[in-house]
């Protein structure tokens, strides 16, 4: 693409003229008016990426379809249309302005985040030396820092950021700008972005007469024997079979005797081909599911929770739907958690239905990413199964869409569009009338709560296939070994016999242990109690400079040396253990085990936990020590016994929904033991056993959890009984950050007191300084916003970003609005 950038204006635009709108991938909510030049009136069609001006760049856009304004004050050219065929359906149209509408993200970046990445291109500044800026170098009245830029210039053109680095030193436009009025330097616009394309590769094919054999040499004789017998051949493939080298390939060619021709290939993301595998006989329970679900399918939007115990079977049934589905002839979505890229379901899928599944995921490389989103947009796929950003999949219709895990945090997306794609794959359902059909063993409180008010229908699995029962938790009570000293504190006797048995009887042993990014939570040694915030009932977390435990949701506050609300004990402790040290311990305690850690620390290389989960399942590892990254979906029948090391850390994770990720996590996590032939064992160590979340965990039943839970969440007004946003305030300078989220609250109560109070009732929690209040050098802040009322909710917002964009230090603080918040 050359450097062709002006803008087209038209004095008289002409009304025949084909107008569409394009959605730009930029930050800005508005939708613009171009018109097509004639020799691009046959390839613009909607789904394609377009090249267009805007203000004095140049950047890429999406066509959406024909104009809806008719005359807008000033009509620019589309510069090109980047894309032969369509990057997405046109029906998908509707669900992205959905996405861009609820989330308050602009419609160009929802398209951008949906597609694969790598599609889009801007521009840059490229600033050169001008003839009088070669002059000026001698003159006596140039600032140094206006010589050092024309002496770096001097050397060859650049732009301003290989600039600034060449100097060292960073250059402000406003420097350029005046440099240029006195035509020092000339600043041109250039397309950049290395785009993805489709790969070819070259084939060769007879040509000319028979005749021409007789007298040729043998080896070119070969080459045509091969090529008349086997068919065409790529050119490696030709390699391999006769030799050639590409130099005698285009000698034949220019000779008349063999052509070559270019065809796309597809590449393959999948190393290793799969057996075909053969459909098990169903359960009872399995064949009832599907004999409810299956005349849902093709009758418009439905929503079904399977409910089923881990180990029960469940992504049978999704394999059945699925075949029943294509059968009517209807395309199908499954979305599973992120560490599903190593997980069975993606292969079962593969295993079943060969050829026609695509996969999307970020283990993907770009190119294999780009190639199997053409495959499903092009109608060579017919099912899509991928993590959370495979909602997108560019299918123009679709009958089924299955979420896996439905209650998995992985399914939000944090930073960006902050989406959830199980919430997603409802609304697509909703748009296409497709069933969706959401997974999993340990519902999530918003499904479940759905079902009881008679938004979705339900489908159960109550046993494990094999019959096995699920594996017996016991309780450790942690507060009764307070008086233990270091390590014995976290691995209790009765854990350490339980591994040393395990160990004795050649199994394998998982020893799980919740660890997020945060620091450590105030617990009374002596009652168990959690230190909470009076207002919202979240745990406390410290804040070292004021020496104070804070509410991270509204700012409460209370003195790091006070005793503990409920028994007035002085023994406040910060609970904090890692992984790393708990490794080392059981190294200390069973120097004979072969121990490994799986944590975002560990596994952090690619491929590092497909080769760990290997030597799991070789039996090359005797304990397992992890995060949540081992509770997850896994099959190893060689686990007999997970150890819990502290519940406590998950219960007092300062969120509303930390009762519901224990209760999650702790059934999950159970569930991975006793797969195989024999029975499974669980310790669960823990300050608070009679938590209901804990109690609930061991029972493995979420109904129970949810009835507790749900009167929790009432009484305290925390969703589904409200919707939540969070406008995230961050920026490099922690004075004007502090000030502007200030002004943004402050600006929140004077909305408040014009509002009045009513049943729909907004609440505002904060500024608060963020949990982690400065991550990469920005600082950061919030204000939650909770509202009974979405649609006040969300006006209010609206009105929030409005007023921060009428904010003097707008352009340096970014302000990001996250709807339905999953961490707070
Ligand atoms: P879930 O997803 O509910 O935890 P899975 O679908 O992983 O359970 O099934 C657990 C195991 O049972 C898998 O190894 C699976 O192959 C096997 N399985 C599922 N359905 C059947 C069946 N009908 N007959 C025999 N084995 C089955
Ligand atoms: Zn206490
Ligand atoms: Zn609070």
């Not at 944590?599 to 397992?624: A, C, E, F, P, Y």
């Not at 969703?719 to 609250?745: C, D, E, Q, Y």
């Amino acid at each position: 693409i050359k450097n062709d950038t002006a803008a087209v204006k038209e004095d008289q635009v002409d009304p025949h003229r084909q107008m569409v709108s394009v959605a730009v991938a930029l930050p800005v909510h508005d939708i613009f008016t171009y018109s097509v030049p004639d020799h691009l009136i046959p390839q613009a069609c909607p789904g394609k990426r377009v090249l267009v001006p805007f203000g004095r760049r140049t950047v890429t856009g999406y066509l959406m379809g024909p104009a809806t304004t008719m005359d807008p004050p000033e009509i620019k050219h589309i510069l090109d249309v980047l894309d032969a065929t369509p990057l997405f359906p046109e029906t998908l149209i509707p669900f992205f302005r959905w996405i861009a509408a609820y989330y308050m993200h602009p419609l160009g970046q929802v398209i951008s985040t949906a597609l694969p990445a790598g599609l889009n291109l801007t521009d840059v500044a490229i600033l050169t030396i001008g003839d009088a800026g070669r002059q000026a170098m001698r003159l006596p009245s140039l600032s140094p820092l206006e010589a050092i830029v024309l002496s770096a210039l001097v050397q060859g053109p650049a732009d301003i950021k290989q600039l600034q680095k060449t100097i060292g030193q960073p250059v402000s436009w406003a420097l350029i700008h005046a440099m240029r009025q006195r035509e020092w330097v000339r600043v041109d616009r250039q397309i950049r972005g290395r785009q993805i394309r489709p790969k070819s590769i070259r084939w060769a094919t007879v040509s000319g007469t028979e005749a021409i054999s007789d007298r040729l040499s043998r080896q070119r004789q070969r080459i045509r024997d091969i090529l008349r017998t086997e068919g065409d051949l790529s050119l490696p493939a030709l390699k391999a079979r006769a030799g050639t080298t590409p130099a005698l390939i285009r000698e034949m060619e220019k000779a008349g005797q063999v052509r070559t021709y270019e065809q796309t290939i597809y590449r393959d993301p999948f190393g290793d081909p799969i057996e075909p595998d053969s459909p098990p006989r169903l359960t009872t329970e399995q064949a009832a599911a599907i004999k409810a679900m299956a005349p849902l399918l093709g009758r418009g939007f439905k929503t079904v929770l399977l409910a089923g115990v881990t180990g029960s079977g469940k992504t049978e049934v999704y394999l059945r739907m699925a075949e029943t589905a294509l059968d009517r002839g209807l395309r199908v979505l499954v979305l599973v958690p992120e560490i599903a890229l190593i997980s069975q379901t993606e292969r079962r899928f593969r295993a079943r239905f060969g050829e026609t599944v695509a996969v999307l995921h970020s283990g993907l490389s770009r190119g294999e990413r780009y190639d199997q989103w053409r495959r499903i947009a092009g109608g060579k796929a017919t099912i899509a199964i991928g993590a959370r950003s495979c909602i997108f999949a560019p299918f123009g219709e679709v009958g089924l869409i299955i979420v896996d895990e439905e209650h998995d945090a992985s399914y939000k997306q944090e930073g960006g569009l902050s989406y959830n794609a199980r919430d997603l794959a409802v609304v697509r359902a909703r748009h296409h009338g497709a069933l969706a059909i959401l997974g999993s063993a340990t519902p999530s409180l918003q499904s479940w709560h759905n079902v009881t008010v008679g938004k979705y229908e339900t489908a159960m699995l109550s046993r494990r296939v094999n019959r096995q029962p699920l594996p017996a938790i016991q309780t450790v009570d942690l507060s009764h070994i307070r008086d233990e000293r270091g390590i014995h504190r976290y691995i209790t006797p009765q854990l350490q016999q339980a591994i040393g048995k395990t160990l004795d009887e050649g199994d394998q042993a998982l020893v799980f242990l919740n660890r997020r990014g945060f620091a450590a939570f105030p617990v009374c040694a002596d009652c168990g109690q959690a230190i909470r915030c009076n207002n919202c009932d979240i745990s406390l977390t410290l804040h070292k400079r004021a020496n104070a435990f804070r509410c991270h949701y509204c700012g409460f506050s209370r003195a790091a040396a006070s005793n503990c609300p409920s028994c007035s004990s002085e023994k406040i402790r910060l609970l904090g253990v890692g992984t790393e040290k708990i490794e080392e311990a059981l190294v200390q305690m069973f120097p004979q085990a072969r121990v490994a850690r799986m944590d975002r620390d560990t596994m952090s290389r690619k491929g590092s936990i497909v080769r760990l989960l290997k030597d799991l399942k070789h039996r090359r590892i005797d304990i397992l020590v992890g995060t949540q990254m081992v509770a997850k979906g896994h099959d190893f029948p060689g686990i007999t016994l997970v150890g819990v090391v502290c519940a406590d850390l998950t219960l007092n994770f300062p969120d509303f929904r930390s009762g519901e990720r224990t209760f999650q996590l702790l059934a999950q996590v159970a569930g991975r033991a006793g797969r195989g032939d024999k029975p499974g064992k669980v310790i669960l160590q823990t300050f608070n056993p009679d938590h209901y979340s804990i109690v609930s965990a061991k029972e493995q039943d979420f109904k129970s959890f949810f009835n507790q839970e749900i009167g929790f969440r009432k009484a305290l007004g925390y969703p589904p009984f409200s919707r939540m946003v969070a406008v995230r305030i961050s920026g490099k300078n922690p004075k004007r950050t502090a000030g502007h989220a200030g002004a943004l609250g402050e600006h929140c109560r004077e909305m408040l007191a014009r509002s009045g109070s009513g049943p729909g009732r907004i609440q505002v929690m904060g500024p608060i300084e963020a949990p982690l209040s400065r991550i990469a050098n920005r600082y950061r802040w919030q204000i939650l916003v909770k509202s009974p009322d979405p649609n006040g909710l969300h006006h209010f917002v609206h009105r929030l970003v409005r007023c921060h964009h009428g904010l003097p230090d707008a352009r340096q603080i970014k302000v990001a609005i996250d709807v339905d918040p999953f961490f707070l």
